[in-house]
């Protein structure tokens, strides 16, 4: 089952922190992250294993709440770069069966 | 870093005939590929899981009649989408992972255009 991420969209300057959400219904092993830009691949982010993991890369860092079946990406100080489309996607066993893609969020970094 | 090579970037083909793609791994085996379709502005949606060796696991709703996936090496999975129609035109994109809770490589796409 896809899981729901949120905002669908959101705008922002340059500068500025934004937080995306992605929840399941489903209890999860696996949180992957990727971005996407317009006409390319999606590109690998990170990924947040069940036990309550944390992650950073540089001003990207995620968090992974598996009681509460969901995970954050929180983008801080955010560059024209960081504009895309967010997907986290969800597994929900060791062996990454039943990997689903949410619907992704929309980010626009203005100057 | 790893990279998945997917050809061909863009295909316009006419209605009825058949159009392959390859999704290649060029520095690592992949033990699983994957087959997306995407629409504009909207969520990579699983067509199919192929694991080398052993046939592709369609996703529901996909027609597997139609989207035959091969993947007949560690390193080469191919989709082909056959008697292709307009409503089969969209971004087809695949991916590839060395193991269970692995990160995926994806290819760059494949833009399909039927007229």
């Known amino acids: 089952q896809q899981p729901v991420q949120s905002p669908q969209a959101v705008i922002l300057r340059e500068g500025e922190d934004a937080v995306i959400n992605c929840s399941s219904s489903k209890a999860l092993y696996s949180v992957h992250w990727y971005r996407q830009k317009h006409g390319e691949a999606p590109v690998f982010l990170m990924i947040?294993?069940?036990?309550?993991e944390q992650k950073g890369h540089e001003k990207i860092s995620a968090s992974f709440n598996e009681k509460k079946q969901q995970s954050s990406l929180y983008l801080t100080a955010s560059q024209l770069s960081y504009s895309g489309t967010y997907f986290c996607?969800?597994?929900?066993?060791?062996?990454?069966?039943?990997?689903?893609f949410g619907p992704g969020t929309r980010l626009s970094v203005l100057p | 870093g790893a990279v998945v090579s997917q050809h061909p970037s863009r295909v316009i083909c006419k209605s009825g005939t058949s159009v392959k793609i390859e999704c290649r791994s060029l520095d690592f085996q992949a033990t699983t590929m994957f087959w997306y379709r995407q629409f504009p502005k909207k969520s990579l949606m699983l067509m199919a899981t192929s694991n080398e060796g052993s046939k592709a696991t369609y996703e529901q709703g996909v027609e597997k009649d139609k989207f035959l996936i091969n993947h007949a090496s560690l390193t080469l999975s191919t989709l082909t989408v056959t008697s292709a129609h307009p409503e089969d035109s969209s971004f087809y994109i695949c991916?590839?992972?060395?193991?269970?809770?692995?990160?995926?490589?994806f290819g760059s796409g494949t833009q399909l255009s039927v007229l």
């Open positions: 947040l294993l069940k036990g309550g």
């Open positions: 991916s590839a992972r060395t193991g269970g809770n692995e990160k995926l490589f």
């Open positions: 996607g969800t597994g929900q066993d060791n062996y990454g069966q039943n990997f689903v």
